[in-house]
């Protein structure tokens, strides 16, 4: 029997985020789950090493890999729209289960118990931190068009920037002090 579970994952490239935006460069799930991937692992870390809280910066890590997998059914909802008013956000929350389970029906039942929890994003540690580096990830993107000259996306990195704030996380105002200003500098300048 042939499982396509895998082969889905792989169409994250073809879904594009940010669709309400003009964007100087496109950005699609799949390097976006990665970017997450990244900035969740590093967050972890420094909770882990910095403030020495018992974490798993991998298995954080993995959870980040798949937060989006469910994007692959129903596309890149943009947030506006997501979380327009309460019954919308309830509306998407069962479409998004419903690609969930659809996602896990594809994989051999010895398999789907070990990716269930990174599709349904169910532990509830790792949802902290994979939902600290989405933002993070989002509030780079805008910092990025921002110092490509897209005026377009000033609005959202205000959003952003006052949503990482509100999460009052110390990992993240570690990470965002020491790191964050060498996403503003060109090429040139980081070296």
């Known amino acids: 029997m042939s499982h396509s579970f895998f082969a889905y994952i792989f169409r994250?490239?073809?879904?594009?985020?940010?669709?309400?935006?003009?964007?100087?460069?496109?950005?699609?799930?799949?390097?976006?789950?990665?970017?997450?991937?990244?900035?969740?692992?590093?967050?972890?870390?420094?909770?882990?090493?910095?403030?020495?809280?018992?974490?798993?910066?991998?298995?954080?890590a993995a959870a980040a890999l798949f937060h989006d997998a469910p994007e692959i059914i129903t596309g890149?909802?943009?947030?506006?729209?997501?979380?327009?008013?309460?019954?919308?956000?309830?509306?998407?929350?069962?479409?998004?289960?419903?690609?969930?389970?659809?996602?896990?029906?594809?994989?051999?039942?010895?398999?789907?118990?070990?990716y269930e929890p990174l599709v349904?994003?169910?532990?509830?540690d790792a949802a902290r931190?994979?939902?600290?580096?989405?933002?993070?990830?989002?509030y780079i993107k805008c910092v990025e068009e921002g110092k490509a000259g897209n005026a377009e996306f000033k609005k959202a990195a205000e959003q952003t920037l006052a949503a990482l704030k509100a999460m009052d996380m110390e990992e993240l105002d570690w990470f965002m002090e020491r790191f964050l200003p060498a996403f503003s500098l060109t090429l040139d300048e980081l070296q």
């Open 76 to 114: 890149d909802m943009p947030t506006p729209i997501k979380y327009y008013n309460p019954s919308l956000k309830n509306a998407y929350k069962q479409v998004e289960a419903a690609a969930q389970d659809k996602l896990l029906s594809m994989l051999p039942p010895e398999l789907a118990p070990a």
């Open 12 to 60: 994250m490239r073809y879904i594009a985020r940010w669709a309400l935006m003009r964007n100087t460069r496109t950005e699609n799930v799949q390097e976006h789950s990665y970017e997450a991937a990244v900035l969740s692992h590093a967050l972890a870390v420094i909770g882990r090493d910095v403030f020495h809280k018992d974490l798993n910066p991998e298995a954080i």
């Open 129 to 138: 931190y994979v939902k600290a580096a989405d933002k993070l990830s989002a």
């Open 120 to 124: 349904r994003e169910s532990d509830p």
